[in-house]
């Protein structure tokens, strides 16, 4: 087994046996993904971000990255100057740096973390800073609204594999109460509301 595997199946190892109500994000029970060999996508669905998780063995460095929802490559000059100025002053907190990424160029924010010492503390740290920083950025470029609706998006998408997953109805009421925090009106009407509509198109009904 590489460094690289080895430091990636703790980290995943940490972030699946995590349990609601814990002190730290990576005691939080993570819902965890294999994207490649290298790399996993990690969401929690009180804050559902996607968090890629990736590993560089030729030096050594775990990386934490979140892309932000905003193409730059079809703004003007002006614009993207505007929107990478904002973002460069954010590169003052430790840790955190800006990158773009794909076609579109998205920007991302990205956390490296060395294979050498990594430890769960680090790595939780790591998780605090990228989530606050994501949370910054948002604020900062105006996006709150966008991202509302987003993240929203992004729960019922959990909630979507878990019914694909065959979780009854009373289990998904009470992983959106201890997972997400939500009131359980809340949970109850996401719940009811998403397993009518599979029933109205024949994949129901769900007990």
Known sequence: MTKCSEVLNQIITWLKQGKPGADKLVDFPWEVEEKDNNTY????????????????????VIRLQTILDVETISLNNDERLVLYHKLLKLNASPLTKFILVGDEDLPA??????????????????????????????????????????????????????????????????YLIKNAKLKKEQAVEIVDSLLKGLERVGTGPYM
């Open 41 to 60: 996508i990690a969401i929690h669905p009180m804050f559902p971000i996607k968090i890629f998780i990736g590993c560089d063995e030729e030096i050594g």
């Open 109 to 174: 924010i990205a956390v490296d973390l060395s294979t050498k010492t990594l430890g769960k503390d680090e790595f939780n740290d790591a998780l605090a800073l990228l989530l606050a920083t994501v949370n910054a950025s948002i604020k900062l470029l105006g996006l709150e609204e966008v991202y509302s609706s987003k993240l929203f998006m992004e729960l019922l998408n959990l909630v979507k594999k878990h019914i694909e997953e065959g979780w009854g109805r009373e289990k998904l009421i009470n």
